[in-house]
């Protein structure tokens, strides 16, 4: 007797733990559809768009508008959103740095101000370009002191980024400061 009241209960355990996924799915399922929804303006018939005279012109019949405006709902919905413009910006405004290197394209070439002997973990590097990028993991003492040398600073795996004085060199891990 005692061995069907365990297996009862595992049943009714494993039950209620698929019960338990299935809610978690349609919850996820309806914040889904309602952001969905919510992303999409709601559709403006074509007698609110056009102006009555001109819309008269055209001559279309109650029936072929009615057709008309299904088709544009029916289109609007298949489409994607727009894209959003940004901001114009005026000309001759200087473009700030992008503050979240994680999402540039590419590696960063410029030039360090200044000396550099070396260095080890706390490192500020100070660019030409008014990038700070302070070192996290690596230390290096160079045999020559460099002046203004040209670097260049790699993204790697995970928002990862290195610091390269020169290729034959290890490379400082960084992160940018400003």
Do not use: C, T, Y
């Given at each position: 007797m005692k061995v069907q009241h365990s297996a009862a209960i595992?049943?009714?355990q494993a039950v209620e733990q698929a019960m338990r996924r299935w809610q978690v799915l349609a919850g996820v399922g309806m914040v889904w559809l309602a952001a969905t929804a919510a992303a999409q303006a709601p559709y403006v018939a074509i007698e609110q768009r056009v102006d009555p005279q001109e819309l008269a012109r055209v001559g279309?019949?109650?029936a072929?508008?009615?057709t008309l405006n299904r088709l544009l709902r029916e289109?609007?919905?298949?489409s994607p959103a727009p894209p959003v413009a940004a901001a114009p910006v005026a000309p001759g405004t200087p473009t700030p740095a992008p503050m979240f290197p994680?999402?540039?394209?590419?590696p960063i070439n410029a030039k360090v101000t200044g000396q550099v002997d070396g260095w080890a973990p706390g490192t500020v590097f100070t660019?030409?370009?008014g990038q700070q990028w302070q070192v996290l993991k690596g230390?290096?003492?160079l045999k020559t002191s460099r002046s203004n040398p040209d670097i260049v600073v790699v993204p790697g795996i995970a928002g990862r980024w290195f610091l390269q004085v020169d290729e034959d060199l290890p490379k400082?891990?960084?992160?940018?400061?400003?």
């Open positions: 595992e049943h009714q279309l019949s109650p072929q508008l009615q289109a609007d919905a298949r994680g999402l540039d394209d590419g660019l030409d370009n230390e290096m003492k400082a891990r960084v992160f940018r400061i400003r």
